[in-house]
């Protein structure tokens, strides 16, 4: 996966938005004029521009360039002289420049802008945790089963031995307290078990669910991806909520 070095600035003369993407200029997006002078320019000759965003892995960082100028991440200023970088989702709203008269900054679109550059994520540790989730899944049925299964067995138990109770046989009678026991000790470990244990097994699922729908997201737009497995959404190559591209 390529890591993305983009700088962001408004295209001289057109004024539209304008990115250099590892040092090679795109194509200019939107219409003409659409990109207020507030907006620093972008300058390919001295590779700067209003703001840049690098990319390293699935994490995306942006630095405003102009000392002068601003750039604004969910309506807070980052840090004026590039020293040091603002983390960034496809969720924050990023505008640059100052406001002017009742214009609000120009918002840049980061979703648009990643995809503009070709950046795409890597869903890689996905196949891991959907994995994770079916083995987690199936440990919780096997252990409801075993709970079901010893659920029975100690009640045949009881009920055999308050059965007995009330053979004649004075063979059997005289094993009366000892079944009594047998029937008691089983009742109570069986109590004791399920107190331990709990019918823990809905519970457990719904923690599983609750984790799988935090860590199995799009490592852009962070939506819950769904039930397609791993594989498929590599396959896929593209996020089905947002639509960035999946490294393969
Ligand atoms: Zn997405």
Known sequence: MENLDIIIGREDGTNRLAMLVNGT?????????SVPMTVSRLKPDQMTGHCRIVTQGNDVWIYNLNP???TYVNG??????GSFPTQLSAKDKVQLGYPQENNAPYSVNILSALKAANWSADI?????????????NEKIDIGQQRMNAMQ???GILSMGATAALFVPNPTIA?????????????????????????NMGPVQKKRLNEQFHRDYVCPCCGQFLGN????????????????????S
């Not at 200029?25 to 004029?33: E, F, L, M, S, Y």
């Not at 807070?76 to 002289?81: F, G, K, M, T």
């Not at 890689?124 to 987690?136: E, S």
Request: proline content about 5%; charged content about 20%; glycine content about 6%.
């Open 25 to 33: 200029k795109k194509q200019a997006a939107g219409t003409p004029n």
């Open 174 to 198: 005289s094993l009366r307290p000892v079944l009594i026991t047998i029937a008691l000790a089983l009742m109570v470990v069986f109590a004791v078990f399920r107190f331990r244990k709990g």
């Open 68 to 70: 002068q100028n601003v």
């Open 124 to 136: 890689h540790h996905l196949l891991h945790v959907w994995k994770q989730y079916d083995y987690d």
């Open 152 to 154: 029975s067995v100690t």
């Open 76 to 81: 807070e200023p980052i840090c004026a002289d």
């Open 228 to 247: 397609i497995p791993g594989n498929e959404l590599i396959s896929l190559g593209k996020c089905t909520k947002c639509g960035i591209s999946y490294a």
